[in-house]
């Protein structure tokens, strides 16, 4: 018989941020010229990439410390598009950032990609990519969540549903603490709100449940 067992024994799950853009007092950027647009209005943070060949990005630093537990979840809404391009979140990498981590979908089918790109695309350090099934009822909006725990990262597509991709930490190196949304060129899209949980883990987790652990313990097995 196979087991499902969890990935760790969470402790403690605390949230550091919690913005749902009720105004900009995050600090997000802002901005309007001819290459973009970006603003906090409506309970939303609007980002629009203007131009026909650069990737555009919104961050901030990110309230963790290196090697912690984290998750982050976004919903994200598509308002309009030229018929290709990708969307979604990027992290771990400092203001230079040379080296990026992104999850991100298309705009034109039901296909994600997780990968660790350098900035001008010259090289990418890891990439998978593959189709999902997209929730017939969430209309414009998706969901994204990348759990980072322990010695894998784990990324989300739908609130209640299992990861669509699993990969070590190795693969996705956290070169700085900021993070922040992504937007290919012709794409208008905004936030409804974005989170960020820090995760405290039992360090003498061994992969069992805590309770067969426990009686183990107790009966010297």
């Known amino acids: 018989?196979?087991?499902?067992?969890?990935?760790?024994?969470?402790?403690h799950q605390e949230t550091l941020l919690s913005d749902d853009f009720n105004s900009n007092f995050e600090g997000w950027e802002i901005v309007d010229n001819e290459d973009e647009k970006s603003f906090v209005k409506?309970?939303?943070?609007?980002?629009?990439?203007?131009?026909?060949?650069?990737?555009?990005?919104?961050?901030?630093?990110?309230?963790?410390?290196?090697?912690?537990n984290f998750?982050?979840?976004?919903?994200?809404?598509?308002?309009?598009?030229?018929?290709?391009g990708q969307f979604g979140l990027l992290w771990g990498f400092d203001k230079p950032h040379e080296v990026l981590n992104r999850f991100t979908v298309s705009v034109d089918s039901n296909r994600f990609s997780v990968c660790r790109f350098e900035k001008n695309y010259e090289r990418h350090?890891?990439?998978?990519s593959t189709k999902f099934e997209k929730d017939k009822y969430s209309g414009i909006k998706?969901?994204?969540?990348?759990?980072c725990i322990q010695d894998y990262c784990y990324f989300f597509l739908h609130p209640q549903q299992p990861p669509v991709y699993?990969?070590?930490r190795a693969h996705l190196l956290m070169d700085g603490?900021?993070?922040?949304?992504?937007?290919?060129?012709?794409?208008?899209?905004?936030?409804?709100?974005?989170?960020?949980?820090?995760?405290?883990?039992?360090?003498?987790?061994?992969?069992?449940?805590p309770m067969q652990a426990s009686i183990e313990f107790m009966t010297g097995s």
């Open 1 to 11: 018989m196979i087991y499902n067992l969890p990935i760790a024994d969470v402790l």
């Open 42 to 68: 409506d309970s939303h943070f609007w980002m629009e990439n203007k131009t026909a060949s650069r990737w555009m990005f919104y961050h901030k630093k990110m309230p963790i410390k290196k090697g912690e």
């Open 71 to 84: 998750i982050i979840q976004a919903e994200i809404e598509l308002l309009s598009h030229r018929g290709y």
């Open 125 to 128: 350090h890891h990439r998978f």
């Open 142 to 147: 998706q969901f994204f969540s990348i759990k």
């Open 166 to 168: 699993i990969c070590h």
């Open 177 to 209: 603490q900021r993070f922040g949304f992504y937007v290919e060129p012709g794409i208008m899209m905004r936030c409804d709100k974005i989170a960020i949980d820090r995760l405290i883990v039992n360090q003498e987790f061994d992969g069992r449940p």
